[in-house]
Nanobody, 122 residues
């Protein structure tokens, strides 16, 4: 099993920056895709960015050019560097990882962190 712990959220003014990080721990064979999701009040949870084990990344259109996802496989950690933050970025940000508990598993399972609040003021 995998436990995910996020940190780095907080309150920042528009135009500011934050860096989120999420570290995976526990018993697992491998971690495949790691992702950041967010959910704002009254809105659906949305995928913000994801990064595959080989480093390939993808972003939702609203954050392209402002956010950067990265990972350190040796540390089992994924980061989300958020620059030029806007009030619309305010949300709870959740870390997600797809992990295989053993080599016997053909596919991984989804694991979720507890979420970290990001609030961007005008």
């Amino acid at each position: 099993q995998v436990q995910l712990v996020e940190s780095g959220g907080g309150l920042v003014q528009a135009g500011g920056s934050l860096r989120l990080l999420c570290t995976a721990s526990g018993s697992f064979f491998s971690i495949n895709t790691m992702s950041w999701y967010r959910q704002a009040p009254g809105k659906q949870r949305e995928l913000v960015a994801d990064i595959a084990s080989d480093g390939n990344t993808a972003y939702t259109d609203s954050v392209k050019g402002r956010f950067t996802i990265s990972r350190d496989n040796a540390k089992n950690t994924v980061y989300l560097q958020m620059n030029s933050l806007k009030p619309d970025d305010t949300a709870i940000y959740y870390c997600n990882a797809v992990a295989r508990e053993s080599s016997w598993e053909a596919y991984g399972y989804d694991y979720w962190g507890q979420g970290t609040q990001v609030t961007v003021s005008s």
